[in-house]
């Protein structure tokens, strides 16, 4: 149980192009997923965090123009990369959680790699 | 604010040698401790949690206990293999913040036959 996914796993756009990644949670219902990017030999950095049905929190430093995120549902959010260049290529990696509980878990999807030509 | 050290890699080791990667935080509030692993090209995967103070946790013979007086949460493993080669991140969340997780840096482990 608890399986997140992503697609695509890996995506090629030119400079000024947008990209859309998806997130499901496959077998829960995610009321929280979240956003983060990393970069190569790096830690992860959350970029924001999405409530289904509200506004996505982004992270101090952020821009929300141009990362757009929409969790529509219970089981998807998506993150819009816009006018995507080469300095946004990285790995982007969602998380989903369904717990507000003490020791919650975040379960991740196996993440996407964007390369911006 | 919330923040979570661990020692640099890489860490290289022979097949069946111990493993050890420390790991301490700083929180304020009472934070849920976490391993994760990343092996390449992949997402993230838990490997062992734990929720309070003296807790132990436990998962494919990795073992971390929550120490609340040293601030730490370190990961061991008696006997590592070939497939134990990944970057292992740990990580902390706290409730009254959201449970968004505070990462450290990530450690690799490349472990030779």
């Known amino acids: 149980g608890a399986v997140v996914s992503q697609h695509p796993s890996r995506v090629i756009c030119k400079s000024g192009t947008s990209v859309k990644i998806e997130c499901r949670s496959l077998d829960f219902q995610a009321t929280t997923m979240f956003w983060y990017r990393q970069f190569p030999k790096q830690s992860l950095m959350l970029m924001a965090t999405s409530n289904e049905g509200s506004k996505a929190t982004y992270e101090q430093g952020v821009e929300k123009d141009k990362f757009l995120i929409n969790h529509a549902s219970l089981t998807l959010s998506t993150l819009t990369v816009t006018s995507a260049h080469p300095e946004d290529s990285s790995f982007y990696i969602c998380?989903?959680?369904?717990?507000?509980?003490?020791?919650?878990?975040?379960?991740f999807g196996p993440g996407t790699r964007l390369t911006v030509t | 604010g919330n923040s979570v050290t661990q020692m640099e890699g890489p860490v290289t080791l022979s097949e069946e040698a111990f493993l050890t990667i420390n790991c301490t935080y700083t929180?304020?509030?009472?934070?849920?401790l976490f391993w994760y692993v990343q092996y390449p090209g992949e997402g993230l995967q838990l490997l062992l949690k734990a929720t309070k103070a003296d807790d132990k946790g436990s998962n494919k013979g990795f073992e971390a206990t929550y120490r609340k007086e040293t601030t730490s949460f370190h990961l061991e493993k008696g006997s590592v293999q070939v497939s134990d080669s990944a970057v292992y991140f740990c990580a902390l969340s706290i409730k009254a913040a959201g449970n968004k997780l505070t990462f450290g840096g990530g450690t690799r482990v490349l472990v030779k036959p």
């Open positions: 929180a304020t509030g009472y934070p849920s």
């Open positions: 998380s989903a959680s369904s717990v507000a509980g003490e020791g919650y878990e975040q379960y």
